[in-house]
């Protein structure tokens, strides 16, 4: 398990956002999460990318998700 931060995709509210998973959810309550999980990046400079990000990746396009 890794721990997870503001500022990190797993906090964010693009980090699997067309695909709301349970795991999300946990990871955004708990602040941590497995280190191989992947979710989609939905940023809307990103997603032509299809970029599958971790939890502890991040970015300068981080907003804070409102699960938290």
């Known amino acids: 398990m890794v721990h997870v931060e503001n500022g990190q995709c797993g906090l964010c509210s693009h980090f699997g956002e067309k ?3 349970p795991q999300i959810f946990q990871i955004r309550s708990k602040k941590e999460a497995a280190e191989t999980f992947t979710a989609a990046c939905g940023h809307p400079k990103h997603e ?3 970029l599958l990000v971790t939890a502890n990746s ?3 396009g981080f907003q804070v998700a409102a699960h938290q």
């Open 48 to 50: 032509a990318l299809n």
């Open 58 to 60: 991040g970015c300068s």
């Open 19 to 21: 695909k709301a998973e």
